[in-house]
């Protein structure tokens, strides 16, 4: 299995541009999740999906951030306007739910490393 | 200038020494916990996992120990060695999918 699938790796961009980070989960997992990794706050919790459903976008910071999964293999997370305060580690994560209803482990993608200057 | 940021617990070992890093956790409704390794720019990478219904559970040179009844839990590493060095989470949820990450535990292994 290849694991959860990032792209880019590495973002450089100037304030004001548009951002796109692409995801493509772990086969025949039903969760997807968005996380933002800083030095000052750690990770945080964007935005999470289910069966390609978002279920809860509270983490998300505020309108400039969106996400959207048209379908089970694949999911974005788009910043537009960003800002230099956007500079973090983007990751993905993808988990299945277990036979007995159980949530499984969430497993975590390489990140984005985007850098907004 | 000084820097601002998380200040993570830190635990230096010598190679071939054992390993304990230790989490506790808050919400007695938790019923799974997992420990992950983040290496430094990678992602955080599973390890192992222990369900609420047992106390203890083995995987290649790492063990987890989860007291209820305190709501702590450890990571074991035996024969700690160089590449084991890496930041260590601990995660916890329940009913809710919504891990809760504790605040990570930067192990440094010694040659």
């Known amino acids: 299995d290849a694991g959860v699938i990032q792209s880019p790796r590495h973002e450089v961009t100037e304030m004001g541009q548009e951002v796109t980070l692409r995801c493509k989960p772990i086969?025949?997992?039903?969760?997807l999740f968005w996380y933002r990794q800083t030095m000052m706050r750690g990770l945080e919790l964007l935005i999470y999906?289910?069966?390609?459903?978002?279920?809860?976008d509270s983490g998300m910071p505020e309108d400039r951030f969106s996400a959207k999964m048209p379908n089970a293999s694949f999911s974005t997370l788009k910043i537009q306007p960003s800002e230099p305060r956007d500079s973090a580690v983007y990751f993905c994560?993808?988990?299945?739910?277990?036979?007995?209803?159980?949530?499984?482990?969430?497993?975590f993608g390489p990140g984005t490393r985007l850098l907004v200057l | 200038g000084e820097s601002v940021g998380l200040h993570l617990p830190t635990l230096s070992v010598q190679e071939g020494d054992n390993s304990i890093i230790n989490c506790a956790y808050s919400?007695?409704?938790?019923?799974?916990f997992i420990w992950y390794k983040q290496e430094s720019g990678k992602g955080p990478q599973f390890i192992i996992d222990?369900?609420?219904?047992?106390d203890k559970r083995q995987g290649q040179r790492v063990t987890v120990l989860l007291n209820k009844t305190v709501k702590h839990l450890s990571l074991q590493i035996a024969a700690t060695q160089p590449g084991d060095s890496a930041v260590y989470f601990c995660?916890?949820?329940?009913?809710?999918?919504?891990?809760?990450f504790g605040e990570g535990t930067q192990l440094t292994v010694n040659p």
């Open positions: 994560a993808s988990s299945s739910t277990s036979g007995f209803g159980y949530q499984e482990t969430q497993y």
């Open positions: 086969s025949g997992h039903d969760y």
């Open positions: 999906f289910n069966n390609n459903v978002p279920i809860d």
């Open positions: 919400n007695s409704a938790s019923d799974y």
């Open positions: 222990i369900r609420s219904n047992m």
């Open positions: 995660a916890e949820n329940g009913p809710d999918p919504r891990l809760t």
